[in-house]
């Protein structure tokens, strides 16, 4: 709900610079993205184009995911607690090309992007091994990540007015995500042997094909 209310005031924001404009379009468009359902992968956060000729447009988008999660082990027929927690982090930068095909307020396009991104999962666990609670245990978990992907799609504008814009789009994602050599360290401070081991986790790459952004929505300004 928070970002529905974020696009009405867009677009509110949007109607009263329009008020005070000239009836001119530019060549520099920015635009902000919501997605609707949230299993379909891949919206930028923000899209920038820029026309070099009338209906022809390059285009860069950005995008950041953060997620944290966090619970609680607690110890069996005792007060004690231990805490599990899993950090996700995606940066992903995109450039590609766009054809329009404008007919008076409406301007349907097709193009293509590549995409690039890199992040990093976790995993850090105090007083447990993930399972059980441990008083002496702790562990961490770390594996960097890469991304890089082919977008294929097509979407359309509808100018609300000369400057403001809404529109959706939909397109074909291939995507290989490369999860790098990581790190597995275990930290046992009643060991009187070996109190810290540190081992290696092997790397994984997948690959996926597929829709994306299925149910996106979007709100643009052209200056």
Do not use: C
């Not at 004690?80 to 995606?90: I, R, Y």
């Not at 702790?138 to 809404?166: E, R, T, W």
Request: proline residues 2%; aromatic residues 16%.
């Amino acid at each position: 709900m928070k970002n529905i209310k974020y696009l009405l005031i867009f677009i509110s924001f949007g109607m009263l610079i329009q008020s005070f404009s000239q009836d001119s379009i530019g060549k520099l468009s920015f635009e902000t993205r919501y997605q609707l359902r949230q299993d379909s992968a891949y919206v930028p956060n923000l899209n920038i184009r820029y026309f070099f000729a009338d209906n022809s447009a390059l285009r860069v988008g950005l995008a950041y995911q953060y997620s944290s999660i966090l619970r609680e082990i607690k110890e069996v027929d005792g007060d004690g607690v231990g805490t599990v927690e899993k950090l996700n982090d995606l940066f992903a930068f995109n450039i590609g090309f766009e054809k329009h095909f404008r007919k008076n307020n409406v301007s349907p396009y097709l193009g293509v992007e590549l995409q690039f991104g890199f992040g990093k999962n976790e995993e850090y666990g105090s007083r447990t091994d993930s399972i059980i609670f441990i008083a002496d245990y702790n562990y961490s978990i770390k594996k960097p990540i890469s991304q890089f992907g082919v977008h294929v799609f097509s979407g359309v504008d509808f100018y609300v007015f000369d400057n403001l814009y809404v529109g959706t789009e939909l397109g074909i994602l291939f995507s290989s995500i490369y999860f790098k050599t990581g790190e597995y360290k275990i930290t046992d401070e009643s060991s009187l042997t070996e109190p810290e081991i540190i081992t290696s986790i092997a790397s994984v790459k997948t690959k996926t094909f597929g829709v994306a952004n299925v149910g996106m929505i979007k709100v643009g300004w052209r200056f």
